[in-house]
């Protein structure tokens, strides 16, 4: 009578058994995320601790590099004195010595690059793909385009090797081992002549993401108001060539001059006091006398770009946090090291794959010259780098609002084919490139320019260093 129906318990059992089921995989996933959650934290702070030691390894090479140079310029100024005293002037020395701190200028931070990607991986921050391509795309583009645009910044050496194919040949030694650290302030050789151009700004890109229509308020509302499609932009500012004096990574930012005298520090209207102490500082390092005649010699000498060695909190913005008053002698923005890191975290929790951890850190070279003068009082490059210290990015020269990896090829490789042939062209992995497509959606517009109109009143800027609404930026250290 009742063989056809499943007891009463054996249904019970049944729905236990998936109410069991269930929990065991909420328990499951629960301890995948715990496990992905601390695995991640763990990768944040090894990601942050390396990022802090290659920044300082690579500013540590600069101050020493500066350091060589210095005494190589003193070693020239005695050289040229026991020259001088012997009634003939002999320049092949100080020719020879011009070439080394040539040398010395490109070698030293491209050893900064190779410390701190050794940094990195005794931090077990291992090679990133990304960066170790985009570097070698680099390579190739010195190899194919320097030799005919720039001149060489150092003799050939033998073997009939030009100095670029040197300077390519280190960049490769490196690329080859993986680059797990990405120099984040470099200064190229091509570069845009200005940065004002609204393509050449990351946050535009931004504010086109996440729809923030208070920045467009605030810098570009004509353009939300005004634009049509991408042949409207402005031409994009034209290409200057640096001078080939540094190198393009962690550059110390020197230039060269001939004559001494012409310095600015040592130049009128009071030459003589100035030029007697820079004589007694050359001569304390060169070890030998200095006259007063070596500072009028047609030779090169090596200085720092008055450009680059500016005060730094000429260059910081207005009410900057620092913990205490920048010391005067220290108020030299110059030379600095920021880096990237792009670190992964493999997720075990199932769907979530693996993300790519992102630290940025930067650092700097410190010193000061005797009686606490700072280190570019007289222009010249003298010894008296002392100490590194890490710094924030804010402070450093890195772009003032960041920017996301493949942002060099964008401006370099993207928008010159955007500008001609519109988004159409454009990769489609490229970050910034979708939000360009997106830009150019009309009711995309129209959505940013209907929600000013009703809110615009809501925008507001906070009192705060930080070059945009909000007193800040989004490195936010």
């Not at 190779?114 to 090679?127: E, F, G, L």
């Not at 890109?205 to 923030?212: G, K, L, M």
């Given at each position: 009578m009742n063989a056809g129906r499943p007891a009463p318990g054996c249904a019970r059992s049944g729905q236990a058994m998936i109410f069991v089921v269930m929990v065991l995989v909420l328990l499951a996933f629960v301890a995948f995320w715990q496990f992905d959650l601390h695995?991640?934290?763990?990768?944040?702070?090894?990601?942050?601790?390396?990022?802090?030691?290659?920044?300082?390894?690579?500013?540590?090479?600069?101050?020493?590099?500066?350091?060589?140079?210095?005494?190589?310029?003193?070693?020239?100024?005695?050289?040229?004195?026991?020259?001088?005293?012997?009634?003939?002037?002999?320049?092949?020395?100080?020719?020879?010595?011009?070439?080394?701190?040539?040398?010395?200028?490109?070698?030293?931070?491209?050893?900064?690059?190779?410390?701190?990607?050794?940094?990195?991986?005794?931090?077990?921050?291992?090679?990133?793909?990304?960066?170790?391509?985009?570097?070698?795309?680099?390579?190739?583009?010195?190899?194919?385009?320097?030799?005919?645009?720039?001149?060489?910044?150092?003799?050939?050496?033998?073997?009939?090797?030009?100095?670029?194919?040197?300077?390519?040949?280190?960049?490769?030694?490196?690329?080859?081992?993986?680059?797990?650290?990405?120099?984040?302030?470099?200064?190229?050789?091509?570069?845009?002549?200005?940065?004002?151009?609204?393509?050449?700004?990351?946050?535009?890109?931004?504010?086109?993401?996440?729809?923030?229509?208070?920045?467009?308020h605030f810098y570009q509302r004509a353009l939300l108001e005004r634009y049509t499609n991408w042949r409207s932009w402005p031409n994009l500012p034209a290409l200057m060539q640096r001078e080939p004096l540094n190198a393009e990574v962690f550059s110390l930012h020197l230039t060269r001059v001939r004559t001494a005298a012409n310095w600015p520090a040592l130049a009128p209207p009071h030459p003589g006091e100035r030029i007697d102490e820079w004589l007694a500082r050359a001569q304390a390092h060169g070890g030998g006398a200095v006259e007063p005649d070596v500072v009028w010699l047609d030779v090169a000498w090596h200085g720092y770009n008055p450009a680059d060695w500016i005060p730094w909190t000429e260059f910081l913005a207005p009410g900057f946090p620092f913990a205490t008053p920048v010391r005067p002698e220290y108020d030299v923005l110059g030379a600095d090291a920021a880096v990237r890191i792009g670190a992964f975290a493999d997720r075990i929790t199932p769907g979530l794959g693996h993300g790519q951890i992102l630290r940025t850190a930067a650092a700097k070279p410190f010193g000061r010259l005797a009686d606490d003068d700072p280190i570019h009082a007289f222009g010249m490059v003298l010894p008296g780098f002392q100490d590194v210290r890490l710094i924030p990015m804010d402070a450093s020269t890195a772009p003032e609002q960041g920017s996301m990896p493949g942002w060099t090829d964008h401006i370099y490789e993207h928008l010159p084919i955007y500008t001609q042939r519109g988004p159409g062209a454009l990769p489609g992995g490229c970050y910034y490139c979708r939000q360009l497509g997106r830009w150019e959606d009309g009711e995309f517009r129209q959505s940013g320019r209907a929600w000013l109109e009703q809110y615009h009143h809501t925008c507001h800027t906070v009192t705060g260093p930080g070059p945009g609404p909000g007193g800040g930026t989004r490195r936010g250290h």
């Open positions: 695995k991640t934290l763990y990768v944040k702070m090894r990601a942050r601790d390396a990022a802090d030691a290659a920044a300082l390894a690579a500013a540590r090479w600069q101050g020493q590099t500066l350091n060589l140079i210095g005494e190589l310029n003193a070693i020239q100024a005695v050289l040229l004195t026991e020259s001088w005293l012997e009634g003939e002037i002999d320049t092949a020395e100080a020719e020879a010595l011009d070439d080394l701190r040539s040398r010395l200028s490109f070698v030293g931070p491209v050893m900064g690059l190779v410390a701190a990607n050794q940094t990195a991986h005794n931090n077990r921050i291992y090679s990133n793909p990304y960066y170790t391509a985009q570097f070698t795309d680099h390579i190739a583009r010195i190899r194919e385009e320097y030799d005919r645009q720039f001149a060489p910044p150092w003799d050939n050496g033998p073997g009939g090797h030009s100095a670029w194919h040197e300077y390519a040949a280190m960049l490769e030694a490196i690329a080859r081992q993986g680059l797990a650290v990405m120099p984040d302030n470099p200064s190229w050789f091509i570069d845009y002549m200005d940065r004002n151009h609204p393509l050449l700004n990351p946050a535009f890109y931004d504010a086109v993401a996440s729809r923030n229509w208070c920045w467009f």
